[in-house]
């Protein structure tokens, strides 16, 4: 899709507003659907997870990536996507000071390698496409919806194209080293989660929903279709409604699978022979309240 502006239809302002009782995240609602018990974790224990390597490189890489469109369009070149690591890096770690403590104080050759790293899956981006020949509707965009009159479903895009037929192409990076079969899966779910919300916000059906993988310079396309969305959006509005029986039984089940590899909590996991702290007497925090920030979900999302 090439440059064009941008058509969006917004919702209709004279709709009754729903009465909103709880929001759930692409994030969140893949973590229920791959595991109970690392959603119990990560969102109502909110149990900290130190970010990897492999995480920050793919904050970094996004961020690139977002600045990258805000040059000129002759100007995105590979050479200045490398020119903007350095000055991107220095921001995250000046927002986020913890990030520094991922290499050892004075160990600049790690973190040079760091940076050479991240340079080199922006050279897989380029290798899959021409960000001359681009002009995002959208980046980094929070975007929401409301279905079963009741649930927020809300997540940020890395970045929406429209083309000039108003056709939407959904577009997003995959930075992560690991396997692709073990996230493919839960990186369509999260596909479908922002193709329904821009279908029920603006009245169309995404043509395109795009996954780059950065690493394996790769372009995963798939169209949904409107029944597709429709029967998606009853499997979200059902993991929402298990969500809320688990919650009020306080029973989220381990479900080990590949993706135990990546997950921070195995010592607390009974799978893996831990023991879960107990459940919050305070409950689960306001699930209205739940923002997401990048990595979401760290070492699953990408
Ligand atoms: S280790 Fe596996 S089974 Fe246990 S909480 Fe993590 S993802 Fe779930």
Do not use: N
């Amino acid at each position: 899709m090439t440059a064009e502006p941008v058509i969006d239809t917004q919702p209709d302002p004279t709709a009754a507003a729903p009465t909103v009782r709880a929001s759930l995240s692409p994030s969140r609602a893949a973590d229920f659907k791959t595991c109970p018990l690392l959603y119990r974790f990560r969102s109502i224990d909110r149990l900290p997870e130190r970010p990897t390597v492999e995480q920050v490189r793919g904050t970094l890489v996004h961020a690139v990536l977002e600045r990258l469109f805000d040059l000129p369009a002759g100007a995105r070149t590979p050479e200045s996507a490398g020119d903007l690591v350095a000055p991107q890096w220095d921001r995250l770690v000046t927002e986020q000071p913890e990030l520094a403590t991922l290499f050892a104080e004075g160990d600049t050759a790690a973190v040079e390698g760091f940076l050479r790293s991240a340079a080199a899956l922006l050279e897989g981006y380029f290798a899959v496409e021409d960000p001359r020949r681009l002009e995002p509707a959208e980046r980094e965009a929070l975007i929401s919806a409301v279905v079963d009159d009741e649930l927020l479903i809300r997540g940020y895009l890395d970045r929406l194209d429209v083309a000039p037929d108003g056709a939407l192409r959904v577009v997003d990076y995959k930075t992560g080293g690991a396997p692709r079969e073990a996230f493919e899966a839960r990186a369509l779910f999260q596909l479908k989660f922002y193709a329904l919300v821009l279908w029920r916000t603006r009245g169309v059906v995404p043509r395109v929903l795009r996954l780059l993988y950065l690493k394996d310079a790769e372009v995963c396309d798939y169209s949904p279709d409107a029944d597709e969305l429709l029967r998606f959006e009853r499997t979200v509005v059902a993991l929402w409604q298990a969500i809320e029986q688990a919650t009020a039984r306080q029973d989220f089940r381990p479900r080990p699978s590949r993706l135990c590899d990546w997950c921070s909590h195995q010592a607390l996991c009974p799978s893996f022979g831990g023991t879960p702290p107990p459940f919050p007497v305070a409950g689960p925090a306001d699930p209205l309240t739940d923002a997401r920030s990048r990595p979401a979900a760290p070492g699953a999302d990408e």
